[in-house]
């Protein structure tokens, strides 16, 4: 196949012609939205973090499923997007329903990060960018003000998120706010990239000033946060069957058996950890997992020291998975070849993927943000995400979607994103670099079995502690609580003590969200190995990833109607 061949173009249905719209009041409604798209026009807005704005695109969804009842599909393509938006839509009514919308506060996806990082992707080149950036600083403070209002309101109806979550998150924006915190760095470095002209005198002035209201804005929220919401905040961080099961079905697209499914993370931990230790044993004859994983951390070849090489190591990796994988087991254009690795400017944790522009303008990016303190990196244990963020991973998925502009709609490309199907393609994606060869090396296999048995661990913690259930004997005994979780934690999860930090709160401030990595991983693979037993013989695995990947992200019972036809 050439390397810029699409699908066939088709006609805009009256599916389509919805669905676009919406996508359009959803950029209305939500300028940040725009921004990662690419699309210009809204750089220096936010959306309204308040109450009203809240109902606002509560009112907008709820119009467009009206709409959506007086069409019909006229292909396969519009029976996809119908199934998708209406299962999509109508979660995000249930929830708004409940009144958690108006509590929403974690360490890693709520308004208190999403405020911030929106600054990651806008592009700093020129002085134009610069002038929009000082725009958008200067409306930090009446987003943050909507928040407060939204928080406000929720603590008024018995919403708030545990106290776990506020103090965590009044540490984030203390941080932010402070005299070397981000807004402030964000003033001090602006205009210095490489071959950039000094910015107007008038400009920099109002990037300091703006920057200094953004901080101040940030101190506000931290202060509302300490004083007025910290003492209604309940101490249990577990959030009890009902909430557990519709941020699951939300993150997943498809509704699961809770304790079925976390029978199968058990066991699916078990089998993880029985795999490791026979490779611990190709590393170093009888050795055990631990002291196979001090080998490989002993071993010069396998370490990095600084974030500079860090970078360096991941786009030569990324760079040269996209040259192998490209026309042999994927289809892979040209515009899509291009990926940036960087480090991320906060030191909260984690790492991340953000999706090119719409018009490939700005390419997909892997974000690592380091831990303050840390500078060495072992290879071994990160190979596999590189690929699990970038190729096959999420820069595949992703720039597929928005690559096929003649095949998919607007909010199909760049609106629809459901963690079970994304994350669980990205941890489908580590298994077959696995089963392609790419991880023949045993510490690299060392590596992505560590992140499998990681997402694994997970589904047990994430359902155990969240439900309540009973611990399994291999691990304690009694039900699980969330300091019983963090040993547990602790013991699966081969991580430094900030990322180990870090992910504990995520997991108790986002429930639902971790477990539909390895749960979707499942999913994906019933799926595929479904269609296999269907076709036999006929069956093409580059031609079912390609077939797959040009839905789009989609909840995963959509992604099996449209893969089966069930």
């Not at 208190?112 to 134009?128: C, G, S, V, Y």
């Not at 079905?249 to 950890?273: K, N, P, Q």
């Not at 580590?430 to 589904?459: C, T």
Request: glycine share 8%; charged share 25%.
């Amino acid at each position: 196949m050439d390397h810029e061949t699409t699908l066939p173009t088709r006609a805009t249905s009256a599916v389509d012609e919805i669905a676009n719209a919406y996508t359009h009041t959803l950029m209305e409604l939500d300028p940040g939205f725009a921004t990662q798209l690419g699309i210009p026009g809204y750089e220096t807005r936010y959306r309204d973090y308040s109450p009203a704005g809240l109902a606002a695109a509560t009112d907008a969804a709820s119009a467009v499923l009206a709409e959506l009842e007086a069409v019909e599909p006229v292909d396969d393509v519009d029976a996809v997007t119908l199934h998708a938006m209406r299962e999509r839509l109508g979660l995000q009514l249930e929830r708004a329903a409940t009144g958690w919308d108006l509590a929403d506060l974690n360490n890693i996806a709520s308004p208190a990060q999403e405020i911030r990082e929106i600054f990651d992707l806008m592009p700093t080149a020129t002085t134009q960018d610069w002038e929009h950036i000082s725009g958008r600083l200067a409306n930090v403070p009446a987003a943050v003000d909507g928040y407060v209002a939204a928080l406000r309101r929720g603590a008024a109806e018995g919403h708030v998120a545990a106290r776990r979550q506020v103090l965590t998150v009044i540490d984030q924006c203390t941080r932010y706010a402070g005299p070397e915190g981000y807004f402030a760095r964000l003033a001090a470095n602006a205009g210095t990239d490489d071959g950039a002209a000094p910015l107007p005198a008038a400009l920099t002035e109002a990037l300091a000033g703006n920057a200094d209201a953004a901080r101040a804005a940030y101190a506000s929220l931290a202060s509302f946060l300490r004083d007025e919401l910290l003492a209604a905040a309940p101490e249990q961080d577990a959030v009890g069957r009902e909430r557990y099961a519709l941020a699951s079905r939300e993150f997943l697209g498809s509704a699961v058996d809770l304790e079925e499914t976390y029978a199968w993370g058990v066991a699916e931990l078990d089998r993880i950890i029985t795999e490791q230790e026979a490779v611990a044993d190709q590393i170093k004859p009888g050795a055990s997992i631990e002291e196979a994983k001090a080998v490989l951390n002993a071993d010069p070849a396998r370490t990095l020291h600084g974030t500079d090489a860090l970078t360096a190591w991941m786009q030569g990796l990324s760079d040269a998975a996209v040259t192998d994988l490209a026309g042999t087991h994927f289809d892979i254009p040209d515009v899509m070849r291009r990926l940036e690795c960087r480090i991320a400017p906060t030191k909260d944790g984690g790492i991340y993927y953000s999706g090119p522009s719409d018009d490939f303008s700005r390419p997909g990016r892997m974000w690592w943000s380091v831990p303050e303190g840390e500078d060495t990196f072992t290879t071994w244990a990160e190979t596999t995400t590189v690929y699990h963020e970038g190729v096959p991973g999420h820069h595949l998925q992703v720039a597929t979607a928005t690559y096929q502009s003649g095949l998919l709609n607007m909010w199909r490309r760049n609106a629809c994103w459901v963690s079970g199907h994304g994350e669980g393609w990205a941890l489908y994606a580590e298994r077959l670099m696995e089963q392609l060869g790419y991880l023949s090396d045993p510490g690299d296999r060392m590596g992505m079995l560590d992140g499998q048995r990681m997402r694994a661990a997970r589904v047990v913690f994430d359902i155990g502690v969240h439900l309540a259930l009973e611990i399994p004997a291999r691990w304690g005994s009694g039900t699980w609580t969330a300091e019983a979780g963090r040993e547990f934690l602790a013991a699966n999860l081969d991580i430094s003590p900030g990322m180990l930090d870090f992910e504990f709160h995520r997991y108790l401030g986002w429930p639902g969200q971790a477990p539909s990595y390895k749960i979707g991983q499942r999913l994906w693979e019933e799926i595929r190995d479904a269609r296999a037993a269907r076709e036999g013989d006929a069956f093409d695995l580059r031609a079912f990833h390609t077939r797959a990947l040009n839905v789009g992200s989609v909840g995963l019972d959509t992604l099996k109607m449209a893969l089966l036809g069930d």
